[in-house]
Every structure is written in structure tokens, then in C-alpha cells.
């Protein structure tokens, strides 16, 4: 992939030969370079970007986990339907250095702009977790 340009704006003196209501249009137009060049250069955010939003929800297992599960029901957000729901951030409530040693998998649909997740896997049996969701 190649770099970005150096160039991020246009001056009047690169234009000389130009009319003089070129000055009205200098100023938009290196505002909007300038917020292409910030945003391909690492500095967008999902939300700035995509259509996503961030979620944080409690999620409690029971005794008899993994074979029962309380589905859960989440607005997404979104104006669009979902496309994909992913774990940014997992940890047990009340103790975030506790090590996650399984991969949680999220089985969901998406029903009228609310996330209906219908099970959660790779958690442990009564217990009680944090987690962050990427919605997009």
C-alpha cells in the first residue's frame, strides 16, 4: 500500500493564473483534505467511520450453563440491520485481571434493530461477566 501524499493543502499561490472567487473555494476544499488526510492516516474510530455502535451488558450464567442460557435482547442501535457482532472486551464482574482462558463465540440474529443473542459459549457455570460488544 502506498503512503500518503505530502500535499494536505492548496494554496493561492499554486493557482496563480486562477479567477479571483478561487479564494472561495481554497478554504472548504483544504478543510476537506485536511479531514480525509487525518482520517486515512489511523485516526478514524469505528463510530466516526462505520455504522457500528459499542454495547456494554452484564451476562450471568446459571448452574447449568452451557446448557441453559438467558437469551439476551439488545437495541442495536443501528439504522441499518446488523451485520456482525463481535467481543471487544470480556472480563468476570469484579475482578477484570482474571484471565478468560476460552474463546466466547456469540450466536445472535438480528430482529427488527435488536440484537437477540441466544447463546454465548466458552463461559463457566454461575458466574457473572462484563461484556463490551462491537455492533456494526
Known sequence: MSKLPDLKRILREDVPDAPDWINKIIYPVNQFFEAVYQGLNKQLTFSENFAST????????????PGTFTALKIPSGLATTAEGVLIAQIS???????????SPFINWVDVNSVININHISGLAASSTYILKLLIF
Open 54 to 65: 459499542t454495547k456494554t451488558v452484564e451476562v450471568v450464567t446459571t448452574s447449568g450453563y
Open 92 to 102: 468476570l464482574k469484579g475482578s477484570s485481571y482474571d484471565i478468560i482462558t476460552t
